[in-house]
T-cell receptor, first 115, second 117 residues
């Protein structure tokens, strides 16, 4: 089955720790995205990548980092510099080179809680 | 700047009622795309529909229908004969067709729909 997988489903972090969220897709999509969702709010774009070895900051990139070494993988690291990291994180991918015309398909999400 | 407004924070209906979710958008682009996504309690966003700005025909898919009116910048979503399984958060989103914001979708705040048996 083609799709997007995210792991882990739940993640707990102590303050001051960096954590990495995994996102893998087997849809052969060029573009991938990371969003953050807070309770009662819409999704906000953290980073996106249109092609391997290239990525761009979204609206709320501070305290986050990404890499895109392989087409199918787009891991997100939440660093200790992120002041309020507790949120639901969603990864998405789309077929084209990141045009707003493409439909984005989402993974099941990772819920991060800072203890 | 692009903006999407879903004025209805929460809607509660009884099964078999029809329900309309409102979406109003703002953009300066002449070419753009509109989307609806469903987020069930599991959390994953499920794609429902994509509509481009040049296609104002209404669309029906089973119990779902969409009314796109460019004149009022609205893209409303109606569920006919609602069912308990329709309970979810529904998001409207606006995507530009180019420029410097490749890949960016602007989401509304979402509408929580609860369908009671």
């Amino acid at each position: 089955d083609g799709g997007i997988t995210q792991s882990p489903k739940y993640l707990f972090r102590k303050e001051g720790q960096n954590v990495t969220l995994s996102c893998e897709q087997n849809l052969n999509h060029d573009a991938m995205y990371w969003y953050r969702q807070d309770p009662g709010q819409g999704l906000r774009l953290i980073y996106y990548s249109q092609i391997v070895n290239d990525f761009q900051k979204g609206d709320i990139a501070e305290g986050y980092s990404v890499s895109r070494e392989k087409k199918e993988s787009f891991p997100l690291t939440v660093t200790s510099a992120q002041k309020n990291p507790t949120a639901f994180y969603l990864c998405a991918s789309s077929r084209g080179r990141g045009s707003g015309t493409d439909t984005q398909y989402f993974g099941p999400g990772t819920r991060l809680t800072v203890l | 700047a692009q903006k999407v407004t879903q004025a209805q924070t929460e809607i509660s209906v009884v099964e078999k009622e029809d329900v309309t979710l409102d979406c109003v958008y703002e953009t300066r682009d002449t070419t753009y795309y509109l989307f609806w996504y469903k987020q069930p309690p599991s959390g994953e966003l499920v794609f429902l529909i994509r509509r481009n700005s040049f296609d104002e025909q209404n669309e029906i898919s089973g119990r779902y229908s969409w009314n796109f009116q460019k004149s009022t910048s609205s893209f409303n979503f109606t569920i006919t004969a609602s069912q308990v399984v329709d309970s979810a958060v529904y998001f409207c989103a606006l995507g530009d067709a180019g420029g410097t914001s490749y890949g960016k979708l602007t989401f509304g705040q979402g509408t929580i729909l609860t369908v009671h048996p």
